[in-house]
Structure formats: structure tokens, C-alpha cells
């Protein structure tokens, strides 16, 4: 078997994996780390969006050994310390999440849509530049006011 | 946005204690539980709609490297474990009961979670491979072999009710239940007076849940005790525990249950799944954790689905638009199994909604299909029903000439005439219906319709406007249970058998905590979810979480303090009725001597002083069963914009107003509206499970073809939350889960309905596809299956 | 998934190499449709060559009168590319309009195109600018790549290296969204050159085509009116759960139309 070494949030992981082994089950079932969700099989859903190298991709449609010698950024390392990420904040603070399984993966892409469209997020830029994340709870409205507040606060840090 | 909250008591907007954990990741959905040592299962799913099962070979899978056991119903039989029991009817008091015409029993089987004898829907578990790994379970199940004899199949509702339709069940036909309710003659006779009558035959499909976290169980057998753990994700507890332990044929305290985070339910994950009791079996046989999770595409063919009725009704008005009688026939479709009637049962009894009815007939039937099982889902049957008599107003404000709102403030029922009891035997609390509706056309700008509708015209955009008003009926399971803990350090336990699938729990029963206790909302935990630890309980369904829980927590609340009175008084030498409780704190009323609410749990665990009944934690628990039903009720206004090319439709207002008695945690409140108004609006334009008629194949098996609504097909929202106190509920409170979605679908065709209005189209089956809406504007007939013209003119809808 | 061996060069010659005499070798451009296939357990391969580390598969640049597009530049590069929309605007929105943005993040023109996805939005760039193919051997006529449902013109063991699109004088993209998939139900790429007006059509049948009709009246006059009265014939196209043959023949006019409008912008 192969082995990956990918930097995640910060820390150089080492497995050996199968190289059918896809990204978000290397992050999921090797580490551990369950922020990251398989909302769907067919990659409509998002619930597994990460960052790779700095841009948010879908976990489920990319093999592990694809991302050797990656950085892989997912929602466990993006908060400092204590402190959390303004687009985490942001989705507090407006209710932006209900039962939270698609949360992670939207806070991913929303922060991704700031790298791409800049800070000043309109609602028609937000709505369409979510189209690759599906949310079942929230009907999207908060989600929508979380992102734009969360893209003005992500300037201010 | 809303102010920020102020407080943490009832009725403020407090951002939620249970984010900290999600938005970081630190979520626990069944998912990321790993047991040590575990193996994987993959279910082997029906290709076919209806066949028989002549024989399972899986010798060949066996074989495959890694595979611990490939499991039939062959091998559930011979361990003597039972079907799962369904739960047809709502026997709730408040509910109106459904009985066969004929005096019969309604037909009831109970479903094996793995049948022996035959497959009946595409997708329906037929064997389980248990293996080291979940692509070891896969290239297993790749190679069991079953030998199917395919048979012929219904899928479509109506289809399915007629006397030769092919049977789901050898010993019964597909009607499970024909029942006649309210008065029929007096109803013919209101019909035989009436000056207009609107008609209307439709079908309100059939369409997937679709919480985002699949389904998913990981069983535990732990062999000394024989007990099983069973981790997964439900809207139920102790029922999921009972039926589990049923299927397992072992005594209920010989299964724990525990539930953690769920991602989302919406009522088709209320009931038990037959993957859970497999999870458990599959655990003892193999001697290790075995853990199920669901794919999606395995989710849409094998998840719960919900809706699916058809509706023949007419409503009787005079010559002023008086509304004198409705009658019709409803025809729920239960997909394989005699799972749950709620779509005829709580659908029917509030078919008049919030209207003044002075008489009524139904006939209601259910049926069994070769389709995925149906269950609750949102609002179950009230959203079907509530289509049908907003679409009807609409169709009789056409027939008759009067303006629809005006239809509908001569018949909304007056405050004065509260409490009303409908032509169904339902009776509504109170509510201030008029108001209500007045507000959401005020807040929706109607008024100003006209102007927006001939701008919309000179972008080559025709421009329609809904209005449409609801009720629901609020049960489920009567009884509930809170055992409160306060501890020395002023933390406070919360034990309840309710269940959080995202409405924030964690958050609002502590701002009754902190409301009535004067306990920090951080200082309160809430256990849910582990039959060890929560003895009683309902869950979460029908809107009976806050509803229920509120009454429960707050009679236990009201215990510790009048026990804290007690302690108190006896400590500060007063009698209890000198100390008053307020905000954490007793205080004599002469002397003003004061002890925390904590000291006082600190005082009953450390004192040896205090007499024999007052020592001990500062506990209390509340037990009740609550018979009565909640009513909240509501409006909503939509606006959207058609493109005539492309018969598109985008919604460009949605605004609403809702009931909910009293608001304990406004943010939340208006988040479970927005989310209802999208699964409504889901349902309206784009969901839909479509089943092949001919072969029972469902054709929306994947998110690449069941339309999901995403951020870009919806607004932002205008909700309005109004708080008339309930008289059902001690503290006034409304359920507020469900208004979202409820009137949804009928305001949004109302809506379509009215933009298409100059080109003759009276009404829009759903989802009103852009494909539907362009043949509608063409007069060509809507499709409802994938068929020529000439057939589709053929084929009732109903 | 079934498993395979993961292979990814640095050099073109390796990846050719190592594909040859395995004929169950797939190569791995973005992943973004071979992936999920690959899950659903619908194709099973012994081998995937992913071509991430090949740099001469990168990049766009300017050529003369065309722009050129290495294979594995991915969608969100070319939406975004300055190049691009200064010179093919058009091609930018179509790159821009694939998928959603995390596909495009990842997904590839060349695989796109290697795959012909009938309902693939390149193809319809591909077919409607008159690009051509370049590979490892040779270079191919768009005309003459798309064959048929999934099916091109590529021989065992070829590689795409990059598409070489003609700046046309005008062109517009228009698509309709398919409402779950995201793919096009239909999606008209219109394209006036100097050679004439090209008009080609994805979503709408098992391949993409090109709307001759179409182009006889647009030479005429470039302008969406002078498609008023063009039929569509509804014949050979597909019909689903979403839209009707015949839907998708009236949906080619509207899209066709809504092209020119955006080329004439």
C-alpha cells in the first residue's frame, strides 16, 4: 500500500493507504476527524468540503494519495486556540446552522467564496457561489446573512 | 436581522449553546462513533420492485476475503426474531379516529427488516454482509446471488387503489383502511343549495426527507449480559428502544439505545429502520461492533419517504361566497408496508382548515404500493390537505367572481367563535385568524401587487401573488418526563426524553431553566438520547419537543423550588411561605436573609441538620401525560416571477406569519420557518420521488436527479412570529416546527397559479417543473408520468 | 470503489508509458465524473495515471488567433483567466458555469472533454468555437472528436495535452441548469467567425451537435430574431424525469436566442 504524508491543519500525518483511499476517509477514518461529513455519494452535497492547498474542494471526489505532500486545511484547524474563525462566528451568531451536518462543509466553501469574490459579499454573489453545498435545515437565509457577515469580519482579522 | 438578545430567559433570541460543538467539528453523529474492533455491513438491495425470493447463494460471498457473514431473512427467521411492529394510527384523544366503513379492523402486518418471501420495492434489504471492511462488504454483496421470479408491480397511488391492482400483500388487498367521515347528508344537501362549487383532482407526490446526515446504526452485543447498545439517529427514544428490543425478541432494559447528534430528521427517521435492529443481530453473530451507514443514492431508494396523496374534493359556497360544505376522497400511499396512516388521519381532520365549515364528508383510504415505505414527514398530511383547500378558495374566488382574499375573511373563523370544533370533530383553541392574516398581507405589501405585477410585465416577466392560511394539529406520544438535578456547584441537569435533530434543545430548554431557576443557560446540561439514563419519554415528533417538554421542566422546576423553600425556611428559622424564589436566589420576606439556589443544593447533600424527606440532591422530576393537542396556525404571502420561454419560476417574496402561542427562543422560531418554507417550496417546484409506473424503478435515485433546493432558487424570507397564547398548553406555547412548511405548497402554486392567470391555467400540479409550467402556458396537458400527450390526456391524475 | 494502482508522472512520455499494454488503465484528470463513477462501482480499472504533475498540461496562453488551454487547467482557472475573457468571454462563462464551485476548483477541461458527458458543458465550447483536440500524437478536428454517447475519438493510450480555441469575433453561452445535476439540460454555445456562425448544442441528445438550421439563418442575419420560426426537431433527443424531448427542442430556440443576446453584449 502506498503511503500519504499530507500536512493537516498544520500537522504532517503519515498513513499507509489503499490508493483507492478517498481523501475524506483518510481524514475521517485514519485521523479521526469526523468534522468532515459524506452528505452524498455524488458529489452534489458538500458536507465534505476541505481545503487543499488552500482551496476548498470536495473530500469525497478526491483520492488521498492524490493530496501527497498537500496541506490540508478542514474545520477542526480553523480555529486558534480558542479563538474561532470569523466564518465560524459568524454562522453562531446568525443561526446559520441547525441539526449542523452540512456546517462544516459550508463554513469551508464560504471561506473559499471570500478568496475567490473578495470581502463584500452581495446576496446574489452568496446564493450562487453556494451551489455546491446542500443545506436540508436552515433554507438557507441565515446561512446567507452568516456568510456575509462572516466575509466583513474575515477583513478585520 | 433581530435585536440581540438580552437575556437568556424565555422569549430571547439567544444564539445557540450546541454551535460551539458543530461549527468546530466536534459534532457526534452516528457516524464518527467507532467501536473497537468493529466491522462494516452492507445491505444487498432489491433490483426489483415485486418479485418473489426463490433462493439466496452466498457461498460465493462468503468466500470473499474479509467477509465475517452474509445474513438473510432465512437466518433471522431461524434465530426467532421478530417483524417490526408498525404503529398505524394516532391514538392520541385528541386526534380524530379512523375506522373502516365497514366495521372491519384496519389492515395492519407487521414487515421483516429482511423479507424471506418476496421484494417488495426497488431497494428493500434483502440480505446484510458483514465484513473487516466496508469495500470487503461491497465485493460481497457483489456476489450474493438471489434467484428473483420478477412480478408485476403498482406504484402510483390511484393505481394501487383499484379493486384488480396487483396486491402488495397475498392476504389482503392494498386498501388498508377505507374509512367515511363527518356527515354525508347533510353535506349532499349543503352541495344540492350551493350557488358555486370548486373542483379539484390532484396528487401531492411523493417526495424524500432527506436529512443530510444518511441513516445510520452501530450495533453492540455484549455477550455476558446479553445486552445490546444500539448508537444511531432518530427523532424517538424509548419507542425506537421498545420496537428494537422487539424485533431482537429481548426485554426492553436488554437494549440501550443511545442517540447523539442527529443530522436532521424532519419525521422520516421517527420510526424504527430496519437497519437498526440489524446492526444489533448482525453484532451477536459475528461477535464484534458492527457498524451501517447509508449512501445516499441507498438513502433515496431505502429512507422513509413522504406526502404521496391523491384528492378528489369540491367545496360548496353560497351565493356571497359563504362557505357551506367540502366533501371528497383522500387516498394516501403507504409505499410497501402498513407503516403509518397520519397522511389520511391528520390530513382529513383538518381538510376545512381555519375556516368556517358548517358541515363536511371525506372518505379516506390508504394504500399499500411497490414503493419505498411512506411515514410522517414535516407536517405530515397537513401540508397535502392544506394545498388542497387554498387551491380550492382560489379555484371558487375564479368560479364565483369574488376576490380571493375577501373569500377568505368572509370565512376565516372569528376570535369570538374560539374555540371551534370543525366539521371533523377537531377543536381549535384560539387564535386570532383575521389579524393574523391581515398582517402578513400588510408585511407582503398586497397592495402594491398591481404595480410590481405590470413592472414585472415590461420585463417580459409575468408576475403572480398567493395567499394562503393554515392550521395543524400538534400530538404524538402524550407523555413525557423531566428529572431536574441542581448540584452544589449551580449546574443543573436536565434528564428528558425528548430528542434535538437541530431545533437547539441544548439552548431553549435551558432558557426555561434559566427562566423559571435563574440558572446560567452554561450552567445547564441536558441529557437526552441514552435509554440508560432517560426512562421515559416521546422524542421529538409532531411538535410535542418544546410543547411537552416545557410543561414537564417547568412542574419540576416549580418542585425544587417549593423543596428549596422548605429548606430554606427551616434554615432561616422561617416558615416556607416566608421565602420567595426569584432569579437563583431565596429570600425571606422579613429579614431579608437570602441562600442561592446552589448553596441550597450544596446545604441538602453536605447537612445533617435537616430532617430525613429534605435531604438528599436537590432533584425533582415531572411525569405526565398530556392529552391535549396544539393548534398553531398561521399565513404566508409568496410572490414569484415566471419566465414564459422557460416556464421558470423564481420566488421573489416569502413572507409569513406564524403562531406559535409563546416564543421561547425567537431565533430559533424563525430558523425552523425558513427551513419549512424551503422543504414546502422543495416540494412545490423541484422534489420529487418518481417512481416508473410500469416497472416500479425509482428514476430520482440519486442528488443528480431528486432536486435538492439550493441557496440560488430562494430568497431571504420576511417572518413575522405572533403570539396568541394557546388555552391548550398551561404556558400558552405552540408548537413552531412545522408552520413553515405546512402552507407552503399551496401559497406557492396559489401564487404560479395567479402569474398564469392570463393565459387560462387554473391550477399547476406539483412540482410545478419549468417543463409543466411552459405546457400549461401552451394548454398542453401537464405531464405527470413519462408518457406521450394523447396517453397523458388518458390517465386521471387521481 | 475497487482498487488500483496510483500512478502520477512528472512527464508526459511516463504517463503514455505507463498506460501502455494495460488495457484496463484509466487516466485521472480532475476526478470530478471518474471518481463518482469509480464509487457507484459503475467502472472498475487496474491502473489510474493521475496527470497532476505533468507541467506541460498546465496553463492558458494567448497563440496568435487562438488561446490555448492545457488539459488539465482546471475550470475555476479558466473562468477567472484574463486571457480568457479578453479574448473567448464566452468560453470564461462557460468554464465559470460548470458544476459548482468546489467542481471547478478540481475539474478539468480535458477531462471533461475525454469524457463527453452529453450533458457536459465544454463540448458545446468545444463543437461551437470549432476548437481543436491536441494529444500526445496528434491533433483533432472538434468535428470530429465527440462520437457518440461517452464515446470520442481518442485511441487507446492517447493523452489530450491541451485545446486550442480560434478567437472568434463574437460568441455566447447560454444554459439551462439542469435542477439537480447542474449539468446543462441544454446549453447553446453561438460563435460568429470569420468562416461563418457556429451554433452547437449540449444537454439536449447523446452527443453535443451543431444546430445547422440555426447557422444558415444566423449568417444571414446575427440576431436573435432571426430564429424566430426555427423548429427544432425534437427526433433524436433525449427524454427524462426533468424535461421532455420536445422541451428540450423548444429549450434550444430560447437558449440559442439568449447566446446571441450575450455575444451581441
Known sequence: MPTVSITVNGELRSAEVEGRTLLVHFLRDHLRLTGTHVGCDTSQCGACTVHVDGVAIKSCSALAVACDGASVTTIEGLAVADQLHPMQQAFHENHGLQCGFCTPGMIMSAIDMVRRNGHDLDEHTIRTQLDGNICRCTGYHNIVRAVQAGAAAMRER | MHAPATSTRIGQPVPRKEDLRLITGKGRYTDDMNLDGQAYAVMVRSPHAHALIRSIDSAEAQAVPGVLAVLTGFDFIEDKLNPIPNKTFSMHPAEMPLINFDGTPAFNVSDYPLPADKARFVGEAIAMVVAETIAAAKDGADRVVIDYEPLPCVTYTVDAASPDAVRVRDEHDNICIDAQVGDAEATAAAFRSAAHVARIKTWVPRVAGSPMEPRAAVGDFDAKTGRYTIYTCSGSTLRLRRDIAIVLNVPEPHVRLVIRDVGGNFGTRGAIFPEQPLVGWAARRVGRPVKWTSERSEALLSDYQGRDLAVEAELALDKDGTFLAIRGSNVGNLGSHTGNFSMVQKGVEIMSSIYRMPTAHFRARAVLSHTAPTRPYRSSGRPEVIFVMERLIDLAARESGLDRVELRRRNLILEAELPYKNPFGMVYDSGAYHKVMERTLELADWRGFAERKAEARKRGKYRGIGVANYVDTATGIPREKAELTVHANGSVDVVIGTVSNGQG???????????????????????????????????????????????VIWHASNKIIERGK???????????????????????????????????????????????ELRGPLMAECDETINDAGFPYGCHVSEVEIDPDLGNVEIIRHTTVDDVGRAV????????????????????????????????????????????????????????????????????????GEGGTTPALGVVINAIVDALSDFGVTHMEMPATPERIWRAIRGKPQRSRIVPDAVEQQISLT | MHDFTYHHPNLLSDAAGLLGGKPEAKLLAGGMSLLPSLKLRLARYSDLVDLKAIADLQGIKRAGDAVVIGAMTRHAVVAASDVVKQAIPALAVLAGGIGDPLVRNRGTIGGSIANADPAADYPAGVLGLGATIITDRREIAGEDFFLGLFEVALEPGEIITAVRFPIPLRAGYAKLPHPASRFALVGVMVAKTRAGVRVAVTGAAATVFRLTQAEAALDADFSAAALDGIEVDAGEFSSDIHASAEYRAHAITVMAKRAIDAALR
Open chain 2, 505 to 551: 434543545h441544548e439552548t431553549s430548554f435551558a432558557q426555561l431553566i434559566n427562566e423559571w431557576l435563574g440558572v446560567p443557560i452554561d450552567k445547564v446540561r441536558l441529557i437526552t438520547g441514552d435509554t440508560d439514563i432517560v426512562t421515559v419519554g416521546g422524542g421529538t415528533h409532531s411538535g410535542r419537543g418544546m410543547r411537552l417538554g416545557s410543561i
Open chain 2, 566 to 612: 422548605q429548606v430554606v425556611g427551616l434554615l432561616l428559622q422561617k416558615s416556607p411561605g416566608e421565602i420567595a424564589f426569584s432569579n437563583g436566589l431565596f429570600v425571606a420576606a422579613v429579614g431579608g436573609q437570602s441562600m442561592t439556589l446552589s448553596e441550597v443544593a450544596g446545604a441538602v447533600t453536605s447537612r445533617t441538620d435537616l430532617p430525613p
Open chain 2, 665 to 736: 427562543n425567537p431565533l430559533i422560531i424563525h430558523g425552523q420557518t425558513h427551513g419549512g418554507i424551503a422543504q414546502g417550496v422543495g416540494q412545490a417546484l423541484l422534489e420529487h420521488c418518481f417512481y416508473d409506473a410500469s416497472s416500479g424503478q425509482l428514476l430520482s435515485g440519486s442528488f443528480m436527479d431528486y432536486a435538492m433546493p439550493r441557496a440560488d432558487v430562494l430568497p431571504f424570507f420576511t417572518t413575522e412570529i405572533s403570539e396568541v397564547p394557546s388555552t391548550t398548553h398551561p404556558l400558552g406555547m405552540r408548537p413552531a
